[in-house]
């Protein structure tokens, strides 16, 4: 099973953190608690709205708790792009200004998670390699023309490609058509929030291994149920994205979209010869139903690609259909079996926009990340934390969007797989 009720139960580990040396996880929560504040998640989100929280609280007594282990759950699966501008979904030629601003915030929390992963003291691999951004098909293309207007209309930095260009640098002759942003990070991200986590104050309680099972809210605060303690706290924060609708708050504006990804072992150096010139790149697509593709430092390729609805595809499929897309793109490559494949669960809106905010007298939630949750995840922790201080802060739903409604299940799933076959048969030259 891919969701137990409020918590990912994943069938699969995640790879990126399979690479890293063993780390001890914090006990789990034994024995009931009061805290002042309560944060659900340590992820992104989490971990930045903890350590902002204690900055400009120092006294408050804070716990942080995750269903999972620091780099095995959901921060730990993605595909490690860390973007200091807008995701393609979002950029708009047509509001420049806006974009502007979300890109001048977005740029400077990344020069915050640099600065604190070199401060952490640990081996992180993050460079600045920038993104390939490359389309298949006319369906691609569009999307990609799309996106080069926003970037010049915002008059950030690209380089046009042709497919011949493409191919020299990656290897593929796949694509079509692509373009090169400078803007983009790339890193291990298992071992990046590792890192973050490890700057977590002394003060704050992490509790891993501890999932929230229920919530109720009461006089002077929030009641949290775990599997072997109750954490009362006078502020709750949910920073586990798709699955605070599992604790009641979004549950009709957030679907938890499952995706997946292979990485191989490390290849051969005659094989990684023959991938074009470029040793450390990532590709996103320009249709979301296309493959994600990374090639890494150390000479393997990692796939990412599948959608399914709030349960997991069952592995042998998985594995079979992300081998058949990277085949597809570099056919040149031997025979070979993925060294790891894993899951994770994505927290998607109908309209691109956040779940955030003061939803309850005490509660705050950040949810929706529509994959990304890295740099824009870890803005939106903190932004949240100086809310709920009463800071004044940029106006997040006018910014990044505010999630629209969706319709009830089963309306909700029957939409969704309507609306993926028939992207899929747009796309399909993409896949």
Same mark, same amino acid.
């Given at each position: 099973?891919?969701?137990?009720?409020?918590?990912?139960?994943?069938?699969?580990?995640?790879?990126?953190?399979?690479?890293?040396?063993?780390?001890?996880?914090?006990?789990?929560?034994?024995?009931?608690?009061?805290?002042?504040?309560?944060?659900?998640?340590?992820?992104?989100?989490?971990?930045?709205?903890?350590?902002?929280?204690?900055?400009?609280?120092?006294?408050?007594?804070?716990?942080?708790?995750?269903?999972?282990?620091?780099?095995?759950?959901?921060?730990?699966?993605?595909?490690?792009?860390?973007?200091?501008?807008?995701?393609?979904?979002?950029?708009?030629?047509?509001?420049?200004?806006?974009?502007?601003?979300?890109?001048?915030?977005?740029?400077?929390?990344?020069?915050?998670?640099?600065?604190?992963?070199?401060?952490?003291?640990?081996?992180?691999?993050?460079?600045?390699?920038?993104?390939?951004?490359?389309?298949?098909?006319?369906?691609?293309?569009?999307?990609?023309?799309?996106?080069?207007?926003?970037?010049?209309?915002?008059?950030?930095?690209?380089?046009?490609?042709?497919?011949?260009?493409?191919?020299?640098?990656?290897?593929?002759?796949?694509?079509?058509?692509?373009?090169?942003?400078?803007?983009?990070?790339?890193?291990?991200?298992?071992?990046?929030?590792?890192?973050?986590?490890?700057?977590?104050?002394?003060?704050?309680?992490?509790?891993?291994?501890?999932?929230?099972?229920?919530?109720?809210?009461?006089?002077?605060?929030?009641?949290?149920?775990?599997?072997?303690?109750?954490?009362?706290?006078?502020?709750?924060?949910?920073?586990?994205?798709?699955?605070?609708?599992?604790?009641?708050? +979004? =549950?009709?504006?957030?679907? &938890?979209? !499952?995706? /997946?990804?292979?990485? %191989? $072992?490390?290849?051969?150096?005659?094989?990684?010869?023959?991938?074009?010139?470029?040793?450390?790149?990532?590709?996103?697509?320009?249709?979301?139903?296309?493959?994600?593709?990374?090639?890494?430092?150390? +000479? =393997?390729?990692?796939?990412? &690609?599948? !959608?399914? /609805?709030?349960?997991? %595809? $069952?592995?042998?499929?998985?594995i079979d259909e992300l081998q058949r897309r990277l085949e597809k793109r570099f056919p040149q490559l031997?025979?070979?079996?993925?060294?790891?494949?894993?899951?994770?669960?994505?927290?998607?809106?109908?309209?691109?926009? &956040?779940?955030?905010?003061?939803?309850?007298?005490?509660?705050?939630?950040?949810?929706?990340?529509?994959?990304?949750?890295?740099?824009?995840?870890?803005?939106?922790?903190?932004?949240?934390?100086?809310?709920?201080?009463?800071?004044?802060?940029?106006?997040?739903?006018?910014?990044?969007?505010? &999630?629209?409604?969706?319709?009830?299940?089963?309306?909700?799933?029957?939409g969704f797989k309507l609306a993926a076959t028939l992207e899929t048969r747009q796309g399909r030259h993409?896949?």
């Open positions: 099973m891919s969701i137990h009720k409020t918590f990912p139960n994943y069938q699969l580990k995640s790879g990126w953190n399979a690479l890293l040396p063993a780390r001890e996880a914090s006990p789990a929560l034994g024995k009931e608690l009061i805290v002042d504040v309560l944060i659900i998640g340590a992820g992104w989100t989490g971990i930045s709205a903890a350590r902002r929280w204690h900055s400009l609280s120092p006294e408050a007594g804070i716990a942080l708790i995750d269903a999972s282990e620091i780099g095995e759950g959901n921060p730990g699966r993605n595909s490690g792009f860390l973007l200091e501008i807008a995701l393609a979904e979002d950029a708009n030629p047509n509001q420049v200004e806006k974009m502007n601003l979300c890109n001048r915030l977005t740029t400077s929390t990344m020069a915050g998670i640099l600065a604190d992963i070199e401060d952490s003291g640990h081996a992180v691999d993050i460079t600045k390699a920038g993104t390939y951004r490359a389309a298949a098909s006319e369906a691609g293309l569009k999307s990609l023309q799309n996106y080069r207007a926003f970037l010049e209309a915002a008059e950030l930095e690209y380089e046009g490609l042709d497919a011949a260009a493409l191919k020299s640098r990656i290897g593929s002759g796949f694509y079509q058509e692509g373009l090169y942003s400078p803007n983009c990070y790339l890193a291990q991200p298992a071992a990046a929030i590792r890192a973050l986590a490890s700057l977590l104050p002394e003060s704050v309680q992490l509790f891993e291994n501890t999932p929230a099972l229920k919530l109720v809210q009461q006089s002077g605060g929030w009641k949290v149920q775990t599997p072997n303690a109750v954490i009362n706290a006078r502020k709750l924060v949910l920073a586990n994205n798709a699955f605070s609708k599992e604790l009641g708050i +979004g =549950r009709s504006r957030l679907v &938890a979209v !499952h995706t /997946y990804a292979g990485l %191989t $072992p490390v290849l051969e150096k005659s094989v990684l010869d023959d991938l074009g010139s470029d040793e450390n790149w990532g590709l996103l697509p320009t249709h979301r139903l296309g493959s994600t593709l990374r090639r890494t430092r150390d +000479g =393997r390729l990692m796939v990412r &690609a599948m !959608h399914s /609805y709030e349960k997991e %595809t $069952p592995k042998e499929k998985v031997p025979n070979f079996d993925f060294e790891h494949c894993w899951g994770g669960a994505v927290g998607f809106t109908f309209n691109g926009g &956040a779940v955030w905010g003061e939803f309850k007298p005490g509660l705050y939630v950040s949810a929706g990340c529509n994959g990304g949750g890295t740099v824009k995840g870890t803005l939106l922790g903190k932004l949240l934390a100086e809310t709920a201080h009463g800071l004044e802060v940029p106006d997040v739903p006018k910014l990044f969007g505010q &999630a629209s409604w969706m319709p009830p299940e089963p309306f909700r799933k029957f993409e896949l």
